[in-house]
């Protein structure tokens, strides 16, 4: 069966494969350009996203949006997602039976939007996508292919506001994602 963008909304809506969905307040389905080169890939919804069913909104997509704009990037002009669909209560890492029930919805994602760059944010993300053994401290910002696909990974905007110290850090991070992105379509603006 050849699904739609709607198809897995309106699956991630009715979703019941975990005990997260009775916690939950809204489903969080990825949001962002549905022909986005750049698709960034976090763990799972905090809180302010559960109550507005809306990735990455609160301080920590502040932070997000702001790591962007430094770059020369927009939130219009990429894919974001999670890997769970609904908020771990007390924002604790996910289980791997919740991430197994909500990984066909990010297959989906990922198969519809055919990133050219995926970008993992945080270590529970990088350690799904990328390599069960990914250590953040040591491997952000390296890079590897896999199906055509450059993946990388970063520390997740959250880890700024426990350590401000990082956010140059992960600029640089992104603004090596956008200059990759511009090496990889001519005739775009490298920052």
Not at 25 to 49: H, N, S
Not at 50 to 58: A, L, N, S, T, Y
Not at 116 to 139: N, W, Y
Not at 168 to 174: G, L, R
Request: proline share 7%.
């Amino acid at each position: 069966m050849q699904y739609t963008w709607s198809d897995i909304k309106q699956h991630i809506a009715s979703c019941t494969h975990c005990p997260l969905s009775l916690s939950r307040q809204r489903p969080v389905m990825g949001r962002g350009d549905y022909k986005a080169d750049i698709m960034l890939i976090a763990e799972a919804p905090g809180a302010q996203e559960d109550q507005q069913g809306i990735p990455f909104v609160g301080r920590s997509g502040e932070i997000l949006d702001s790591l962007l704009k430094d770059c020369g990037l927009s939130r219009d002009e990429i894919y974001i997602t999670n890997i769970l669909k609904c908020h771990p209560p007390g924002n604790r890492d996910p289980k791997e039976e919740e991430k197994e029930a909500c990984f066909p919805y990010l297959k989906y994602e990922t198969f519809l939007l055919r990133p050219r760059i995926i970008v993992c944010l945080g270590r529970v993300a990088a350690q799904r996508i990328i390599s069960p053994d990914f250590k953040i401290t040591r491997e952000h910002g390296a890079w590897t292919e896999r199906k055509h696909c450059l993946m990388t990974a970063t520390y997740h905007p959250s880890a700024i506001l426990r350590d401000p110290s990082k956010y140059e850090i992960v600029k640089k991070d992104f603004c090596e994602i956008a200059r990759k992105r511009a090496e990889m379509m001519p005739g775009q603006l490298v920052v």
